[in-house]
């Protein structure tokens, strides 16, 4: 809803804008969820609470991002296009998220049939193999009694199969999943986070803000409040506190602050700069949906494989072997 919300406000004029008149027509005109959020927002406004904490955004990682959307709208008297960049954001990793999950009925249903599929094998044939061995030989071998305890154990065994396959791939889930501090370890929500800094930082070099303010904006929500001073402002674009503005970005700050570039061609730069990120962001999106169940498949084959040769064919090959070498002797 408030994804919906900002949306809303994001598709009003820029330089008209008027926060609690805006809030106070999407209630009226809105259907009831959205205008119920609407006037709630408008009335905390009107007794003076932050607009960041009107929201009520209880994840840490949004309220960073949409914090900063906010402040740098605020100082550039872009709010609406801040707030529609970061709904933007929001609408499109969730399309991305939907995809993902789409993806994952083919790999858990493979998933479950291959753990149904062991298990049925196993409870059902190392019974058949300890009988056949019986017909031939009165002491069983260690590695059948091994079998019979698996067969006892078959419902571990088969929380054993799954785990091992539903670890590589929660392992790859993990890094694609942001991290408390806001900062992501890989993968298109990082992508579209950093092309979202980019396009904050081009609202505020072409409202010809300093450098200096435009690094506060930048840095504000990602490193402590004890770092972000003026004797550490060259040393926090140099460094990587500033997780979420790619190096090029940073670099381009370098160029307009030392005067080898203009604000207009700057602003152009980092344009086309968020374009390419946020492309390579839905290119990652698509090999996510496209990764997935091909690495679940290879992660199945394997256990398959191995599952098969150690608790049937092996056993069957051993077998057959020590039956041929007591006929031959």
């Given at each position: ?11 009003q004029?820029?330089h008209k804008?008027s926060l609690v ?10 259907d ?8 709630s ?6 007794s003076?609470r932050?607009f ?5 955004l209880?994840?840490?990682t949004q309220?960073?991002?949409?914090a ?5 709208g605020?100082?550039t008297?872009q709010?609406s296009v ?6 933007t ?5 969730t399309e991305s ?8 009925i083919?790999?858990?249903g493979?998933v479950?049939t291959?753990?149904?599929?062991i ?6 044939l190392?019974?058949?193999i300890?009988?056949t061995?019986?017909l ?18 078959i419902?571990?065994?088969g929380?054993l199969?799954?785990g091992s396959?539903v ?6 889930f ?7 501090s806001g900062?992501t370890l ?5 992508l579209?986070l950093?092309?979202?800094c980019?396009?904050l930082t ?7 803000r300093?450098?200096k ?8 929500n990602?490193?402590?409040e ?6 550490n ?7 990587q506190y ?7 970005a940073?670099?381009?700050l ?10 207009s ?9 968020a374009?390419?990120i946020e492309c390579?962001a839905?290119?990652a999106s698509?090999?996510n949906?496209?990764?997935l169940?091909m690495?679940?498949?290879?992660i199945?084959g394997v256990?398959?494989?191995i ?16 039956i041929?070498?007591e006929?031959?002797s």
């Amino acid at each position: 809803m408030l994804i919906k919300l900002c949306q809303a406000l994001g598709c009003q004029a820029p330089h008209k804008f008027s926060l609690v008149k805006q809030l106070r027509e999407l209630a009226k005109s809105s259907d009831s969820e959205l205008a119920s959020v609407a006037g709630s927002v408008a009335d905390q406004l009107q007794s003076g609470r932050p607009f960041i904490d009107s929201l009520g955004l209880a994840h840490a990682t949004q309220r960073n991002e949409l914090a900063a959307c906010i402040r740098v709208g605020e100082a550039t008297d872009q709010l609406s296009v801040t707030l529609r960049q970061w709904a933007t954001m929001q609408t499109a990793n969730t399309e991305s998220e939907r995809a993902l999950r789409a993806a994952l009925i083919y790999p858990v249903g493979l998933v479950m049939t291959t753990w149904i599929s062991i298990t049925w094998a196993s409870w059902r044939l190392i019974p058949e193999i300890a009988k056949t061995y019986s017909l031939f030989f009165q002491d069983f071998p260690t590695w059948i009694l091994w079998l019979l305890f698996l067969r006892q154990q078959i419902w571990w065994l088969g929380i054993l199969i799954v785990g091992s396959m539903v670890l590589p791939t929660a392992l790859w889930f993990r890094k694609q999943l942001p991290l408390r501090s806001g900062t992501t370890l890989g993968g298109f929500r990082r992508l579209r986070l950093e092309a979202l800094c980019i396009r904050l930082t081009q609202l505020q070099i072409v409202a010809h803000r300093p450098v200096k303010e435009i690094l506060e904006n930048c840095i504000s929500n990602t490193v402590p409040e004890q770092c972000a001073d003026d004797e550490n402002l060259t040393g926090l674009i140099l460094d990587q506190y500033i997780s979420h503005l790619p190096t090029e970005a940073r670099m381009l700050l370098h160029f307009v602050e030392s005067g080898l570039l203009s604000p207009s061609d700057t602003a152009e730069e980092l344009g086309q700069l968020a374009s390419l990120i946020e492309c390579h962001a839905n290119d990652a999106s698509d090999r996510n949906v496209r990764f997935l169940p091909m690495l679940v498949s290879i992660i199945v084959g394997v256990v398959v494989l191995i599952a098969y040769i150690g608790l049937i064919y092996l056993p069957w090959v051993m077998l057959l072997t020590r039956i041929g070498e007591e006929a031959g002797s």
